[in-house]
């Protein structure tokens, strides 16, 4: 059990029967009444985020929530699969289940799926993968002088800005959780 005082950024919580994370909280002394502690929380299952207040001392379960380790095998076209590490069970995927993280995914690369009650629910990326350059425009002397970048297609099917200097077939590492691009990769 969880009570209010021990509220934390990121803390789960089983609240109206699904999993929610806290992700701001704050404690209000009223003049003679009670605390109230007023929360940002989200739905882990649909990803909805809402505001909440609840009284000093209220308790809530502990939600039964599993993060495993897997590998993504392929896209059927309908169906992403990815195959457990330590026990070799496959766990197909929607493409609403994945939502923006489908754009990063490529075969054989390790993610976290969080699981509530052997439901997954969440796919966690790693924060920064490294993707080759499949198509951009090359670039041209001079280029370089203002510090722009030009759109580039990577491996995966996102498109992402990179300096002028990169080509086609060069690897670059991006931030998973902004589409940015890092750095090149040598």
Request: no cysteine; glycine share 8%; hydrophobic share 35%.
């Amino acid at each position: 059990m969880i009570s209010t005082s021990d509220f934390r950024k990121g803390a789960k919580i089983e609240y109206k029967g699904a999993p929610h994370e806290i992700i701001d909280f704050q404690h209000h002394k009223m003049g003679r009444g009670g605390a109230i502690v007023r929360t940002k929380l989200k739905n882990l299952k649909t990803g909805s985020i809402f505001d909440d207040s609840f009284k000093g001392g209220e308790k809530f379960k502990t939600p039964n929530l599993e993060e495993r380790s897997m590998q993504y095998l392929y896209n059927d076209g309908e169906l992403y699969h990815f195959m457990d590490k330590e026990n070799y069970e496959q766990t197909p995927l929607t493409e609403a289940q994945l939502g923006d993280t489908r754009k990063f995914l490529i075969e054989n690369m390790t993610v976290k799926i969080l699981f509530y009650i052997a439901e997954p629910i969440a796919v966690e990326l790693p924060i920064f993968v490294e993707l080759k350059i499949e198509k951009t425009d090359p670039g041209f002397k001079g280029d370089t002088a203002s510090g722009g970048s030009k759109p580039a297609v990577l491996e995966s099917g996102v498109t992402v800005k990179v300096p002028f200097h990169l080509s086609e077939g060069d690897i670059v590492k991006v931030d998973t959780r902004t589409s940015e691009y890092i750095e090149r990769v040598k």
